[in-house]
């Protein structure tokens, strides 16, 4: 890691391991109606919940600090012992399974007593799905945690319980396989068949799915971003409903459904579906990238390319020879104004990316740092970049324009002679794919191919583009010091703004092409007697020495910079 010890990371690490979990007014707003029951707080709603544990009345209890702990194999009265045994663990709550109001009464008694919350659990919940909830719930604060001032919160739970509040319905989130996800907090009363059939089953009954399909209700949905409006079919406990397909580009991530209630729905309901699907496609989008295969080894890539991780700690980790050369491709294409486009973009671009550079080195380390997808490979030629690379860097860009119809590009960085070195491939292909992205026609060539060859500016090394690259870092040093300003080029500039002139770019065309004239005039579509007065004009006018050496390369800079600005 770059400027702290390990020390100082083992201890950063230790900080946010005793930061994870969430508390227990945040886990029954997860979890809560239609599951289970709050009964007593005993430690008080804010009391921590870092982990889940399983208890049998038949094992020997152990330590249950600061957990929930799940009594299986005993109902009611009979949990009574475990719930004690819990409690002296250290647990936070105890969720039991209850029959009958007098179980509750007394169970609530015994979780006073040794002052631990209890969870009355519905007996048709099944255990394996409170569990795998609650630890849903728990690992995205702890993903939440390990973001610390990302700005967005971290689980759909929230977001449905803000689109009940603002809606005035009952919510649920699913994904495109109809999975439910999250869901708003409601009274008993109030939900449908189709409602409580889903929460409990964690997906909407095939019955009620497939009515939806033969009233042709998702296929609206997943059309575009209309807001969808379901009648009330009491024959079929089903009441009213509004209903939005969340999407990323033009791909179906999933529906957010809003059952109405006692009340109508808010006079902007509608509105608010829409900036909710939106929001929804973002935590749908990064819980792809959580669940996706490789996650850890990405994590580790990306800690190394940023200079977070140490080479020893990586290889160490993923089985590397940290001595071993290797060399970063980069990728990126623009920023487009849909945000959920662009991250699921990002999301095929990695699996693109992580198919062929595996391909290429077994070895391969793939990872996204911002809307960037690196390619770590490692075991290369120390000193040159091979063919056979700019041939997958090529193949790549072409998927990956193929698919999403964007200029993709592909920057490749100087190889470099360890791990430890990784980010500074990474920063040489980064300038690369900045010199890319910007507007190259000061630099056009006359092949046919273009400015980077045969790749038709769709891949480039570092070498390809060292002189734009220092160029390009040159002319940012002058931009951040005012004080090293032309005055002529300035006046030159002034002077073509308030006359309509073309004095400026005249000059510059003039001392790109070495004072040939012809060339010049070509590249700025003027006869070259025309060239040659602007060029005399430019001088006089900005008292250029175009003789001196000197004035002549400071001016070339002013203009390469007037003309980037």
């Not at 208890?55 to 957990?67: I, R």
């Not at 500039?493 to 770019?505: I, Q």
């Not at 005399?536 to 003789?547: C, F, P, S, Y």
Request: negative net charge; hydrophobic residues 45%; aromatic residues 4%.
């Amino acid at each position: 890691m770059v400027g702290r010890s390990d020390n100082e990371r083992a201890g950063q690490w230790a900080d946010q391991r005793e930061a994870r979990g969430t508390t227990l007014r945040q886990l029954l707003v997860a979890v809560g109606e239609p599951l289970v029951d709050l009964d007593v707080p005993a430690s008080g709603l804010d009391a921590p919940v870092r982990g889940v544990a399983i208890l049998d009345p038949d094992d020997a209890a152990g330590g249950y600090p600061d957990e929930l702990v799940l009594v299986v194999g005993a109902r009611g009265r009979a949990a009574v012992r475990p719930v004690r045994a819990a409690a002296a663990g250290g647990a936070t709550a105890v969720a039991v399974k209850v029959d009958r109001d007098g179980d509750v009464a007394t169970l609530r008694a015994a979780a006073a007593d040794v002052g631990v919350a209890l969870l009355a659990v519905r007996p048709k919940v099944r255990w394996e799905q409170l569990e795998t909830l609650v630890r849903e719930v728990l690992e995205g604060a702890e993903l939440a945690a390990g973001q610390a001032g990302a700005d967005d919160p971290a689980d759909l739970f929230a977001l449905a319980q803000t689109v009940a509040v603002l809606t005035g319905g009952i919510v649920s989130i699913e994904d495109a396989g109809n999975r439910v996800l999250a869901y708003s907090r409601s009274d008993e009363h109030e939900v449908d068949e189709l409602r409580r059939l889903s929460i409990l089953g964690w997906r909407g009954p095939e019955s009620y799915l497939a009515m939806l399909r033969r009233w042709g209700v998702y296929q609206r949905l997943r059309a575009g971003e209309e807001v969808v409006h379901v009648a009330e079919h009491p024959e079929h406990g089903i009441r009213r409903r509004l209903a939005v397909g969340i999407r990323a580009g033009a791909h179906h991530l999933g529906v957010i459904w809003v059952q109405e209630g006692r009340e109508a729905f808010a006079e902007r309901a509608e509105s608010v579906l829409l900036g909710a699907a939106r929001t929804a496609a973002g935590y749908l989008l990064r819980h792809r990238v959580e669940l996706a295969p490789g996650r850890h080894r990405r994590d580790l890539a990306a800690a190394l390319l940023a200079g977070q991780a140490s080479a020893d700690l990586v290889a160490g980790q993923l089985g590397l020879d940290p001595g071993a050369p290797a060399v970063v491709v980069a990728f990126g294409g623009p920023a487009g104004p849909d945000q959920s486009a662009g991250e699921l973009h990002r999301v095929e671009t990695l699996n693109v990316v992580a198919v062929h550079a595996a391909a290429y080195r077994r070895a391969a380390l793939v990872g996204a740092l911002g809307r960037r997808v690196y390619a770590v490979l490692p075991d290369v030629p120390a000193r040159r970049v091979e063919p056979a690379l700019t041939a997958l860097a090529e193949e790549v860009v072409d998927v990956l324009r193929r698919r999403t119809g964007g200029p993709v590009r592909a920057g490749i960085g100087a190889p470099v002679g360890t791990l430890g070195e990784v980010p500074e491939s990474r920063a040489d292909a980064d300038r690369v794919l900045d010199v890319m992205g910007r507007d190259r026609a000061r630099w056009r060539t006359a092949s046919p191919f273009g400015p980077w060859g045969e790749t038709g500016g769709r891949v480039a090394t570092i070498a390809d583009l060292r002189a734009e690259v220092l160029l390009g870092e040159t002319l940012a040093l002058l931009a951040d010091r005012p004080d090293l300003r032309d005055p002529g080029v300035a006046a030159l500039t002034a002077h073509d703004a308030e006359h309509g002139t073309e004095l400026a770019p005249s000059l510059l065309a003039y001392l790109d092409a070495l004072g040939d004239v012809r060339s010049a005039a070509a590249a700025v579509h003027v006869h070259p007697n025309t060239l040659r007065y602007r060029v005399r004009r430019a001088a006089a006018v900005g008292e250029i020495e175009l003789a001196d050496p000197a004035q002549r390369l400071f001016c070339h800079l002013q203009l390469l910079l007037a003309a980037r600005a």
